[in-house]
């Protein structure tokens, strides 16, 4: 394990190396702050609260923090929501997002703190286990509420472990075939193009492969837009990692590639 990477968010990200003290109480949806944020705690559905920040991780050269964990770090994107609810102490609920948009399985303690004229508005701190590429959790925080304040959190106790998906996997061509038709049925509009979406003629090839139980999908495409990329993903792992799947297998991540084998997109579940 790996001790610890603190970042300075006021709308423009710093390194800081301030630690976070806990304070007040939180939950996350259905789980609190003490208990952990996993892939199982992914949250889709939308929360009825305005965006105030959405940030990409930026960190300052450190001797203490190696060059591999640097460029990891980066991909945990920890950012929150301001929402309309408070509590009978009139503090206002804060809704904390830690998303995984690397291509490793991610552990750590988040501790994030809201800061104001020096002082704690409210801190807590989130352990974090098995959080999958492309999937993120969720917890709340409840702060005094305050217009003009500083978010802070550290990266503490980290570590990054690989992802099956995605790895020795060998083809099979029948879910393949069935993939790529389900795909084109779907979203290619059957040749239609006035019922054919937008990304769908990026896609240049589909491919499922089994690892031992592991069933994954690697979608090649010919467009580097993220857009494009991101409505290709989710797509194909929408349609295949729930409800019949692929042949009634259900597909354990999907992975989109460029046409020269760099990875855009992964999401395991």
């Known amino acids: 394990m790996k001790k610890v990477v603190a970042l300075l968010l006021s709308f423009i990200l710093v390194l800081s190396l301030t630690s976070c003290n806990t304070s007040g109480s939180t939950s996350s949806l259905t789980l609190s702050s003490k208990e952990t944020l996993s892939s199982e705690t992914l949250s889709n559905s939308e929360s009825n609260s305005t965006e105030l920040s959405s940030h990409e991780n930026s960190i300052v050269p ?29 503090k206002q609920r804060m809704i904390v997002i830690i998303e995984n948009k690397g291509d490793k399985i991610f552990n750590g303690d988040v501790a994030v703190t809201f800061w104001s004229d020096d002082q704690s508005l409210g801190s807590d701190i989130f352990p974090v286990k098995e959080l999958k590429p492309g999937n993120n959790g969720r917890g709340e ?129």
């Open 62 to 90: 450190s001797t203490k923090i190696s060059e591999k964990d640097k460029e990891q770090l980066k991909n945990i994107s920890v950012t929150y929501r301001a929402d309309s609810l408070y509590n009978d102490a009139g």
């Open 141 to 269: 925080i409840y702060i005094i509420p305050d217009r003009d304040f500083n978010f802070i959190y550290d990266i503490s106790d980290y570590s990054f472990t690989e992802d099956t998906v995605g790895s020795n996997g060998k083809e099979d061509e029948k879910m393949s075939k069935v993939l790529t038709q389900k795909m084109y049925e779907n979203f290619g509009g059957c040749g239609n193009k006035a019922f054919t979406t937008s990304w769908y003629p990026y896609i240049k090839k589909l491919t499922v492969y089994k690892n031992n139980d592991n069933y994954y999908v690697i979608a090649i495409t010919s467009s580097n837009k993220e857009e494009v990329v991101n409505h290709i993903g989710n797509a194909v792992f929408g349609n295949t990692a729930s409800g019949d799947g692929v042949d009634g297998i259900l597909m354990n991540g999907v992975i989109v590639k460029d046409e020269a084998g760099k990875i855009l997109f992964k999401k395991s579940k």
